[in-house]
């Protein structure tokens, strides 16, 4: 019962970091450009937790690997390249060509296919109070969603919805195969593996197309050096790493539906960072949510 609710608290928290961190990265993505921002991140980042890691096994680096099977080492490595190198980039490209509505239900898409996925691969049977819990909770998210939708005119194009459904399924495929390998690790120890193999993935693609320095460079000024950091301590200690705790102790099915609420968290941080307008239908689309994270948390705590 205990880890049920660390899992539940974990997935909510870790959809309010990313709430937070995502109002940081839209100003840096003002200045800096999404692939140099993504790898600039994702190395500062990995420098940022593998140094926290390593201070909780006690300095030996060895530690970083503790209790770790050859077979989730190699799943956490397989979901890092997955979700961070191939998915991320492929989310980056498909941004420049895909409207808002196009990205709405392709986010939507995301979480029904890992929860299918999760019901294929892993033998996850959600009870029929857990189904009714998603279904208000997504109903919720796609609300809000559609009703943060402001430029309608933007057409996507074949590529970019090809790419977006690329990122998609990484993404999804990624999340799976976290779940299976994180039954021997610690969470904090599953987030750095999968961010040192999607981060070296990432200097791969740098390199093959001689970026890498180019890249980077953002890291090497104190203005966005400051800004990113911000970002990554938020993002990385918060969304990801939760993220994982949500995934090691409770069904993904549960995980991604709790972890998708970000939009959520969006609109007060919005309105309180931002001076942004708070509409009506946003506000009944996080009551409806809200509501579904109640039934979830309910049947979940029933089952426990």
């Given at each position: 019962m205990d880890t049920l609710y660390l899992g539940l608290g974990a997935a909510l928290l870790s959809a309010f970091s990313w709430a937070l961190g995502s109002v940081v990265y839209e100003k840096l993505?003002?200045?800096?450009?999404?692939?140099?921002?993504?790898?600039?991140?994702?190395?500062?980042?990995?420098?940022?937790?593998?140094?926290?890691?390593?201070?909780?096994?006690?300095?030996?680096?060895?530690?970083?690997?503790?209790?770790?099977?050859?077979?989730?080492?190699?799943?956490?490595?397989?979901?890092?390249?997955?979700?961070?190198?191939?998915?991320?980039?492929?989310?980056?490209?498909?941004?420049?060509?895909?409207?808002?509505?196009?990205?709405?239900?392709?986010?939507?898409?995301?979480?029904?296919?890992?929860?299918?996925?999760?019901?294929?691969?892993?033998?996850?049977?959600?009870?029929?109070?857990?189904?009714?819990?998603?279904?208000?909770?997504t109903l919720g998210i796609a609300v809000v969603l559609f009703a943060k939708i402001g430029d309608t005119s933007h057409k996507s194009t074949l590529k970019g919805l090809w790419f977006g459904l690329a990122a998609v399924l990484c993404m999804s495929v990624g999340t799976i195969v976290t779940k299976l390998g994180i039954s021997t690790v610690s969470a904090e120890n599953a987030t750095f593996i999968r961010m040192l193999s999607g981060t070296l993935g990432l200097v791969v693609l740098a390199l093959a197309g001689g970026r890498l320095g180019l890249w980077l460079k953002p890291l090497a000024k104190r203005s966005s050096l400051g800004g990113i950091a911000i970002a990554v301590l938020i993002a990385s200690f918060g969304g990801f790493w939760l993220s994982h705790v949500a995934i090691k102790y409770l069904d993904v099915a549960i995980a991604v539906t709790l972890n998708s609420t970000e939009p959520l968290f969006v609109i007060p941080l919005a309105a309180v960072l931002m001076a942004e307008r708070v509409r009506l239908l946003p506000v009944i689309g996080s009551l409806l949510a809200f509501a579904g994270i109640a039934v979830l948390i309910f049947s979940a705590s029933q089952v426990g």
């Open positions: 993505g003002l200045s800096i450009p999404p692939l140099p921002l993504n790898l600039c991140k994702n190395v500062l980042g990995l420098l940022l937790f593998g140094t926290f890691v390593l201070i909780l096994a006690g300095g030996d680096p060895a530690g970083l690997f503790a209790n770790l099977t050859g077979r989730d080492l190699a799943l956490l490595a397989v979901s890092g390249l997955l979700g961070i190198t191939l998915g991320d980039t492929f989310f980056f490209m498909a941004l420049n060509d895909l409207g808002a509505h196009a990205l709405v239900v392709l986010s939507l898409l995301g979480q029904v296919l890992t929860v299918l996925f999760a019901i294929a691969f892993l033998g996850e049977r959600p009870t029929p109070g857990a189904i009714a819990g998603m279904a208000l909770v």
